[in-house]
Nanobody, 121 residues
Framework: QVQLGEAGGGWVQAGGSLRLSCAAS????????IGWYRQAPGKQRELVAG???????NYADSVKGRFTISRDNAKNTVYLQMSSLKPADTSVYYC???????????????WGQGTQVTVSS
C-alpha cells in the first residue's frame, strides 16, 4: 500500500557530501513520522535522523552538526544532507516512515529497500 523510494547513495571520499532522498507513495492519509536509519555490517540498525510525530527532529550524536534532515510535505519526501562524511558513516541507509493509510486508518511502519553509502579514507 505504501512504497518508500530511496535515492542518492553512492561513493564519496572522506570530507565529502551526499544527499539522500526518500519519497513515499501509495495510499497515504498522513505520515506521522519519517526518518533515516543505517546499518553497517555486523552492527545493529540505528537511527540517524528523523522527524517525530510532533514535527521535531532527532539526530544521532555521531552525526549532529554534519547531517541535516528536511522534508517536503507536499511531495511526501524526506531528505538527508550529509556533509563532512567519515569512513565510519559507511552503511546501508534505510528510510523509515510511520504512515496512516486510507484503508483502516491505522498507522503502520514501512521501510525502504536501503541505499549504500560508502566513504573512503
Amino acid at each position: 500500500q505504501v512504497q518508500l523510494g530511496e535515492a542518492g547513495g553512492g561513493w564519496v571520499q572522506a570530507g565529502g557530501s551526499l544527499r539522500l532522498s526518500c519519497a513515499a507513495s501509495g495510499s497515504i492519509f498522513s505520515i506521522n513520522a519519517i526518518g533515516w536509519y543505517r546499518q553497517a555490517p555486523g552492527k545493529q540498525r540505528e537511527l540517524v535522523a528523523g522527524f517525530t510525530s510532533g514535527g521535531s527532529t532527532n539526530y544521532a550524536d555521531s552525526v549532529k552538526g554534519r547531517f541535516t534532515i528536511s522534508r517536503d510535505n507536499a511531495k511526501n519526501t524526506v531528505y538527508l544532507q550529509m556533509s563532512s562524511l567519515k569512513p565510519a558513516d559507511t552503511s546501508v541507509y534505510y528510510c523509515n516512515a510511520v504512515v496512516v493509510v486510507y484503508s483502516g486508518y491505522v498507522p503502520r511502519v514501512y521501510w525502504g529497500q536501503g541505499t549504500q553509502v560508502t566513504v573512503s579514507s
